[in-house]
């Protein structure tokens, strides 16, 4: 399995911006469908964002589209998020995923896509 870190969490304030990274390490990363979730205090772990091997298409919950954009260096083994205007509802905790041979939108919508997790990333949205 492929293995995922995050980095690049932390606080900001309403209306600012961060910017996740997931490297991957131990597998062609190109192989594997990538994506983000989130899991905020007391609720069920939710999908963010998606990606396809080649980085050619993309799926998102449709409540953030226009707000994030994800993105992926396959040279560098890294995919992104970057999150602007920032609300305090989306304080959680974002986690890294990846699906081997998975499209985007099976990363989104199919509950067995992901087969390797990281160990997620702190956000955090004061108002």
């Known amino acids: 399995q492929v293995q995922l870190v995050e980095s690049g969490g932390g606080s900001v304030q309403a209306g600012g911006s961060l910017r996740l990274s997931c490297a991957a390490s131990?597998?062609?990363?190109?192989?594997?469908?990538m994506g983000w979730f989130r899991q905020a205090p007391g609720k069920e772990r939710e999908f963010v964002a998606a990606?396809?091997?080649?980085?050619?298409?993309?799926y998102y919950q449709d409540s953030l589209k226009g707000r994030f954009t994800i993105s992926r260096d396959n040279a560098k083994n890294t995919m992104y998020l970057q999150m602007n205007s920032l609300k305090p509802e989306d304080t959680a905790v974002y986690y890294c995923a990846a699906g081997l041979l998975r499209s985007a939108q099976s990363m989104g919508t199919i509950k067995d896509a992901v087969n390797s997790w990281g160990r997620g990333t702190l956000v955090t949205v004061s108002s």
């Open positions: 990606i396809s091997g080649s980085g050619g298409s993309t």
């Open positions: 131990g597998r062609t990363f190109s192989n594997y469908g």
